[in-house]
C-alpha cells in the first residue's frame, strides 16, 4: 500500500465529490430558497446531458455544445417552473414529491422516444483529451481535472452570488421571510423563476460537463439524485457551503472506503469473507455518515440562517 | 375384409380431410412477448422485440402457416408487474406461447404463471442454472443459453491463452457473484483481486486505480448495461486499455457499442453468435435487422428471431395445431429449424447445445461497430446442470 496509491485514491475521492457538489449545488438552492423539493433535479441533469449530444452533433464543437444546452436546460427550467412549479408552492412536501416525481417518469420517457434507449456518448474535447501519468501504468485524464476545476469555479461563483450581490440579498431574503420581501416591494415569483431557472441550469452543466465520462442514458438522473440528496441532507438544506463540504467529504469517504474496506477487513478476518463484507460496507459508508450527522446535527452540518 | 379395410381408409381421408379443414378455419395464433421495455435496459427489450417481430415479418405475418397476433408487454424490469402481465396474457387472451424475457429475475417470476397457465415459455435471454437443473419444466424452451455459459467461455480463454494474473470485478448482487464464479470455474491463474462493486456504480476511478496498482495480464469484469458504458470509457482514458487485456462478459455488445465506440475497439466478449457469422441465413438476418430498425442487431435479437423460426417449425410438424400440447412439445423438442447460429439442438432440459465463440470489437468499414467472432473456445457445450433434470 504506497503512498503514491493513497494520493492517488484521495484525487479519486475529491473528484467525486466535485462532481456530486455540481449536482446537489442546484438542488439545495431551489431547496433551501423556495422549500420546494424537487426530485426532478436528476432528469434535469439528464436533460443537460441530451442537450449537449444533440447540439454537438449539430455544432460538433464542444464548447458551443456547452453553450446551447446551458441555454437550453435554462428555457427548460424556466418553461417547468412556468408550467407546474409555481402552482405547487404553497402546497405540502409530499404535493412536490408526487408532482415531480411524475415529471421524472415522464421525462424518462419523452427522452427515450426522442433519443432512444440505447445509451449516447459525448466525447472529451479534442484540446483537453489529453492525460497525465498519475502512478506506475496510470493515466489521468485532463478532463477529470477540468470537471475538478469547473466544480471549485461554480462553488466560488456561487458563494459570491449568494453573500455579495443584490440578488442574492434578495435570494438569502426571499428564503427566510418571503411575505415581507414581497410587501417591500420585490416580485418574489419572478425571483423563485429565476432561481429556478438557474438551479435547472446548474444541473444541465453538470449533466453537460459529466457526459464524457458517464453515459448519456434514460435514467441517468436518479442514482445520482439520490447522492446529491445526502449530499444536501449532510451540508444543511439549503446551505451551498454545506453541500460543498458534504460533497467533498462523502466522495472521500465513499472512494477511500471502495479502495481500503476489504483490504482493512482482511487483517481481522480471513480472505474471502473480508470479500463479501468489504463491499457491503463500503457501500452502507455515506449512509452511515449521514444517520451520524443526522444524529449529532439534526440540521446537517451548515445549516441556512434563519431555519 | 377387404370391405373393412375400404371403409379403414373412407374413414381416414375423412378425418385427414375434417382435419385439414380444421386447420385452415384456426383462429390467430396469439403468442404474448414480455421484455423490458423501458428503463435504463429498455434497448435490449427491444431487440428481443424488434427480432420476434422481424422473424415473422420475413414469414408473411404467419407461423407454421397460421396467422399470427403478437402482444407486447413491457415488464418495467418489475417482477410483480411481469407476473401480472403474464397472467393477464395466459388467462385473458388465451395465448399459446409467451416469448421472454430479458432477465433471469423476471424468468423466476413469470416461469409458473406462464406454463402452469397453459402456455409454452420460450426464452429468448435468459436462461438461469435452476431452470436448467432440478427445476426444468417440460413447457419451457430456451434459445440463448445457460447463464454461466458466457462467463465460462472467458475463464476457459484466459487458461488457454497463458493468463497468469487476472483481476476480476463484477456488480455486489447474485449475478454478479455467478458470474466470477463462472470465469473461476476453467481459469486456474492467480485472480490478483476480487471486486464487488454497488450496483448500478458511475465512476470506476478507485477501481481503475487499483487495477493499475495491480498490474494484471488481464481483467474480466462483467458490467451490464450503462455500468459497461461508463467503465470502458474510464478503462480507456485512464490508459489501462495497451496494457491489461480486457475480458467482458455482457459488457461490450451491439446494445452498449453506440455509446461505446472506439474506446471498446479491440475488447473481448463472450458469445453463441456475432452478427458477421459467416452463413447466409445470418447475413440476410442481419442485413434486414439493420434496414428495418436502423441499429446492428445483438445477441438479444438474433435469439429472438430463432424463437419465432423455432415456433414456426413446430407449428408446421403440427399442422398448426396447438391443442395436443405432447405433439407440441415433441415437435418443439426436435428443434427443427435453421438457427441463425448454425448448429442448434435441445438438451433433455431444453436448453440448446452448441457452440461459444470468444468475440472481439471491430469498426465496419460503415463505422458501425459490432462484435466478431475470433476463434471458438467450446464446441457442442451442454450445460452441466441437465444432469439433475429429471426430463429424458
Known amino acids: 500500500m504506497s503512498t503514491t496509491f493513497l494520493l492517488v485514491q484521495t484525487l479519486n475521492g475529491l473528484q467525486l465529490g466535485v462532481l456530486l457538489f455540481l449536482i446537489a449545488a442546484g438542488l439545495t438552492l431551489v431547496f433551501g430558497v423556495m422549500d420546494f423539493i424537487n426530485l426532478a433535479h436528476g432528469v434535469q441533469y439528464m436533460l443537460g446531458a441530451y442537450f449537449a449530444v444533440a447540439f454537438y452533433s449539430v455544432t460538433g464543437n464542444f464548447l458551443a455544445a456547452l453553450l446551447l444546452a446551458l441555454a437550453a436546460a435554462l428555457v427548460f427550467g424556466i418553461v417547468l417552473e412556468f408550467l407546474i412549479f409555481r402552482h405547487l408552492y404553497g402546497r405540502d412536501h409530499l404535493d412536490h414529491v408526487i408532482a415531480t416525481f411524475g415529471i421524472i417518469l415522464f421525462l424518462n420517457s419523452a427522452v427515450k422516444i426522442v433519443w432512444g434507449a440505447a445509451p449516447l456518448s459525448l466525447p472529451i474535447p479534442e484540446a483537453l483529451s489529453g492525460s497525465i501519468l498519475l502512478m506506475d501504468g496510470l493515466l489521468y485524464p485532463v478532463w477529470r481535472l477540468v470537471i475538478i476545476g469547473s466544480g471549485l469555479a461554480v462553488a466560488a461563483l456561487l458563494y459570491v452570488f449568494v453573500n455579495y450581490t443584490r440578488i442574492g440579498m434578495l435570494v438569502r431574503a426571499g428564503s427566510t421571510h418571503a411575505p415581507i420581501v414581497a410587501a417591500l416591494g420585490v416580485n418574489i415569483s419572478r425571483l423563485f423563476t429565476i432561481v429556478f431557472g438557474f438551479g435547472a441550469m446548474l444541473a444541465g452543466f453538470a449533466g453537460v460537463m459529466i457526459a464524457p465520462i458517464?453515459?448519456?442514458?434514460?435514467?441517468?438522473?436518479?442514482?445520482?439524485?439520490?447522492?446529491?440528496?445526502?449530499?444536501?441532507?449532510?451540508?444543511?438544506?439549503?446551505?451551498?457551503?454545506?453541500?460543498?463540504?458534504?460533497?467533498?467529504?462523502?466522495?472521500?469517504?465513499?472512494?477511500?472506503?471502495?479502495?481500503?474496506?476489504?483490504?482493512i477487513l482482511r487483517l481481522v478476518m480471513?480472505?474471502?469473507?473480508?470479500?463479501?463484507?468489504?463491499?457491503a460496507i463500503a457501500s452502507m459508508l455515506i449512509y452511515l455518515l449521514m444517520?451520524?450527522?443526522?444524529y449529532l446535527r439534526p440540521t446537517g452540518l451548515f445549516p441556512a440562517r434563519g431555519r | 375384409m377387404q370391405v373393412l379395410s375400404r371403409i379403414v381408409v373412407a374413414a381416414a381421408v375423412l378425418v385427414v380431410s375434417v382435419l385439414g379443414a380444421q386447420a385452415q378455419t384456426q383462429d390467430k395464433l396469439k403468442i404474448g412477448v414480455i421484455a423490458t421495455l423501458s428503463g435504463p435496459p429498455a434497448v435490449l427489450g427491444q431487440q428481443l422485440r424488434n427480432g420476434f417481430e422481424l422473424a415473422i415479418k420475413q414469414l408473411g405475418g404467419k407461423l407454421g402457416g397460421r396467422e399470427v397476433e403478437v402482444l407486447v408487454q413491457d415488464d418495467g424490469l418489475k417482477p410483480d408487474v411481469a407476473v401480472s402481465k403474464v397472467k393477464a396474457?395466459?388467462?385473458?387472451?388465451?395465448?399459446?406461447f409467451v416469448v421472454g424475457p430479458i432477465f433471469s429475475n423476471i424468468l423466476q417470476a413469470i416461469m409458473k404463471p406462464a406454463t402452469e397457465g397453459g402456455a409454452i415459455l420460450i426464452s429468448p435471454n435468459a436462461g438461469t442454472s435452476n431452470f436448467a437443473g432440478k427445476d426444468c419444466n417440460p413447457n419451457f424452451f430456451v434459445t440463448?443459453?445457460?447463464n454461466d455459459q458466457v462467463h465460462e467461455v472467458l475463464g476457459k480463454y484466459a487458461q488457454d491463452s497463458g493468463i497468469k494474473k487476472a483481476f476480476i470485478m463484477a456488480p455486489n448482487y447474485q449475478a454478479g457473484?455467478?458470474?466470477?464464479?463462472?470465469?473461476?470455474?476453467?481459469?486456474?491463474?492467480?485472480?490478483?483481486?476480487e471486486v464487488y462493486v454497488p450496483l448500478n456504480q458511475l465512476d470506476y476511478s478507485a477501481e481503475l486505480s487499483k487495477i493499475a496498482a495491480a498490474k494484471p495480464?488481464?481483467?474480466?469484469?462483467?458490467?451490464?448495461?450503462?455500468?459497461?458504458?461508463?467503465?470502458?470509457?474510464?478503462?480507456?482514458?485512464?490508459?489501462?486499455?495497451?496494457?491489461?487485456?480486457?475480458?467482458?462478459?455482457?459488457?461490450?455488445?451491439e446494445s452498449t457499442l453506440p455509446a461505446q465506440k472506439d474506446a471498446a475497439l479491440g475488447f473481448f466478449g463472450g458469445a453463441n453468435w456475432a452478427p458477421n457469422l459467416d452463413n447466409p441465413q445470418n447475413k440476410a438476418f442481419v442485413a434486414a435487422y439493420e434496414k428495418e430498425y436502423g441499429a446492428v442487431p445483438g445477441t438479444y435479437a438474433f435469439q429472438a428471431y430463432d424463437a419465432a423460426l423455432l415456433i414456426d417449425s413446430?407449428?408446421?410438424?403440427?399442422?398448426?395445431?396447438?391443442?395436443?400440447?405432447?405433439?407440441?412439445?415433441?415437435?418443439?423438442?426436435?428443434?427443427n429449424f435453421q438457427s441463425l447460429r448454425g448448429k442448434f439442438k435441445f438438451n433433455t432440459n431444453h436448453y440448446p447445445i452448441q457452440d461459444f465463440y470468444l468475440v472481439k470489437v471491430a469498426k465496419r468499414p460503415d463505422g458501425k461497430f459490432q462484435t466478431e467472432i475470433v476463434k471458438k473456445v467450446f464446441e457442442d457445450y451442454a450445460d452441466p446442470h441437465a444432469k439433475d433434470c429429471p426430463m429424458k
Do not use: C, W
Open chain 2, 314 to 335: 413446430a407449428l408446421k410438424a403440427t399442422k398448426g395445431d396447438t391443442s395436443n400440447k405432447d405433439a407440441l412439445r415433441a415437435a418443439l423438442k426436435k428443434a
Open chain 2, 144 to 146: 440463448s443459453y445457460q
Open chain 2, 177 to 193: 457473484k455467478d458470474s466470477l464464479a463462472g470465469f473461476k470455474h476453467y481459469f486456474k491463474g492467480e485472480v490478483v483481486d
Open chain 1, 270 to 279: 480471513a480472505p474471502s469473507p473480508a470479500r463479501t463484507v468489504g463491499p
Open chain 1, 214 to 263: 458517464l453515459s448519456v442514458e434514460p435514467g441517468m438522473g436518479d442514482t445520482i439524485l439520490i447522492l446529491a440528496f445526502v449530499v444536501i441532507v449532510i451540508g444543511g438544506v439549503g446551505s451551498i457551503r454545506g453541500a460543498f463540504i458534504a460533497a467533498l467529504l462523502i466522495g472521500l469517504v465513499d472512494t477511500l472506503g471502495r479502495s481500503f474496506a476489504v483490504d
Open chain 1, 291 to 294: 444517520a451520524v450527522v443526522l
Open chain 2, 217 to 253: 495480464d488481464a481483467i474480466f469484469v462483467f458490467l451490464p448495461g450503462g455500468m459497461g458504458v461508463n467503465f470502458v470509457k474510464q478503462f480507456r482514458q485512464a490508459g489501462l486499455a495497451d496494457k491489461v487485456k480486457f475480458l467482458s462478459a455482457f459488457t461490450v455488445d
Open chain 2, 89 to 96: 396474457l395466459v388467462d385473458r387472451d388465451k395465448v399459446d
